[in-house]
């Protein structure tokens, strides 16, 4: 069985500082995707990135980066220089090769204050 | 590009009541469907998913069903709410593992 686990639940910074979003995943399978989702106070969720588990090189984007580490099974997601924009439930999942049955965790809810 | 349509964005429904969601989807044909939840402050939950027309897998024993009459329409349906069917339902649609999902705006329901 597949397993999400976003322990923090939530996390409040102030504006500018940096925040890192942790996620650990749990799988059986070899080719597997992992994925961040952004979901806002309207509701919707944004889908931010996705990375197979054989790319394990870091990614940035903007303000945006993501550490893939296999070893540690762990997929984290910084925000550098947080706005109050950022505000919003992070939700990490997995999905495995068989197709896009995605496992989320139980998403991490950043607060960014002025 | 897909769009999903969901409606209706909220519902207040009394316990015991029938309960209809519809999804539509706007793009690419053959979409894996998904009906997801998300109870308040929790986390999401796969309720049903669909790879073709009439063909629904469930996630969860519950009070809920699922139907998809054509291929870029999944419903979501109950003939009798619970308080505990309360929450934030999301559709969901992607074509294969490589492939994100992309998700409707939500309906959220209160059973009152």
């Known amino acids: 069985a597949q397993k999400v686990t976003q322990a923090q639940t939530e996390i409040s910074v102030v504006e500018k500082e940096d925040v890192t979003l942790d996620c650990v995943y749990e799988?059986?399978?070899?080719?597997?995707?992992l994925f961040w989702y952004k979901q806002p106070p309207s509701g919707e969720l944004v889908f931010l990135i996705r990375?197979?588990?054989?790319?394990?090189q870091n990614e940035i984007s903007g303000r945006y980066s993501w550490n893939f580490q296999k070893s540690t099974s762990s997929f984290n997601f910084t925000i550098t220089a947080s706005q109050v924009v950022d505000s919003a439930v992070y939700f990490c999942?997995?999905?495995?090769?068989?197709?896009?049955?995605?496992?989320f965790g139980g998403g991490t809810r950043v607060l960014v204050k002025p | 590009s897909q769009t999903i349509h969901q409606w209706p964005a909220t519902l207040v429904q009394p316990v015991g009541s029938p309960l209809s969601l519809e999804c539509t989807v706007e793009?690419?044909?053959?979409?894996?469907l998904y009906w997801y939840r998300q109870a308040a402050g929790r986390g999401l939950q796969l309720l049903f998913y669909?790879?073709?027309?009439?063909?629904i897998s469930s996630e969860v024993p519950q009070n809920l069903s699922a139907s998809r009459p054509q291929d870029r329409q999944f419903i979501l349906s109950s003939k009798k709410l619970l308080l505990s069917d309360s929450g934030f339902y999301l559709c969901?649609?992607?074509?294969?593992?490589?492939?994100?999902?992309?998700f409707g705006n939500g309906t959220r329901l209160t059973v009152t």
């Open positions: 669909s790879v073709g027309i009439g063909q």
């Open positions: 799988t059986r399978d070899t080719t597997y995707y």
């Open positions: 969901a649609c992607g074509w294969g593992a490589n492939s994100p999902l992309h």
């Open positions: 990375r197979n588990s054989f790319d394990e």
């Open positions: 999942a997995l999905g495995g090769a068989a197709g896009n049955k995605l496992t």
């Open positions: 793009g690419t044909s053959n979409p894996n």
